[in-house]
């Protein structure tokens, strides 16, 4: 993970419904990341803080468990 960035992880058992950012977006804190399904409930996590997109290991369709890994921040330039 890059210096100062951010991991952004699953919170819990779910299926990835939407990935809504791709690899060199530039997102801003709070901004939805990937929306997750569980019992027929959508929930959006979102952007710790801002930074930079440098790796999205998500994927629609895929399940996901506590801490995997949804998306990697970098520092904004």
């Given at each position: 993970m890059p210096e100062g960035g951010a991991?952004?992880?699953a919170p819990f058992v779910a299926n990835v419904w939407k990935v809504e950012v791709?690899?060199?977006d530039v997102v801003e804190e709070g901004q939805t990341l990937v929306a997750l399904e569980a019992m027929k409930m959508e929930t959006y996590v979102a952007a710790p803080s801002a930074g930079v997109v440098t790796a999205v290991p998500a994927?629609?369709?895929a399940q996901v468990a506590p801490g995997d890994a949804l998306v990697v921040l970098g520092r904004a330039s």
């Open positions: 991991r952004v992880d791709a690899v060199g994927s629609p369709g």
